[in-house]
Nanobody, 123 residues
């Protein structure tokens, strides 16, 4: 089992920045690819970004490419999502996920999910 706890969400004005964190516990964190998804009210959950277990490979949805950066610190069992140039359409609950395969994360599936943290971007 892997437990995931997100933090860092909040209210920010358009154009601002936030950094989300996801702390993992349980099985060996460094064995898992990690990802972030988001779900806005009335919409399906969507893939945002993923990072391989080594940290060498990263993947982004087109909607966030160039604005968001995913990173991980395997010594701290934590994955981060730096979000810059935020837009009102980025408003959603952001959920951390862990899976043995980054391909599965990109496909929208995962073995483990966090509870999520709310990000609200005001115009």
């Amino acid at each position: 089992q892997v437990q995931l706890v997100e933090s860092g969400g909040g209210l920010v004005q358009a154009g601002g920045s936030l950094r989300l964190s996801c702390a993992a516990s349980g099985r060996t964190f460094s064995s898992y690819a990690m990802g972030w998804f988001r779900q806005a009210p009335g919409k399906e959950r969507e893939f945002v970004t993923a990072i391989s277990w080594t940290g060498y490979s990263t993947y982004y949805a087109d909607s966030v490419k160039g604005r968001f950066t995913i990173s991980r610190d395997n010594a701290r069992n934590t994955v981060y999502l730096q979000m810059n140039s935020l837009k009102p359409e980025d408003t959603a609950v952001y959920v951390c996920a862990a899976d043995v395969s980054s391909s599965r994360l990109k496909a929208g599936t995962s073995d483990y999910w966090g509870q999520g943290t709310q990000v609200t971007v005001s115009s």
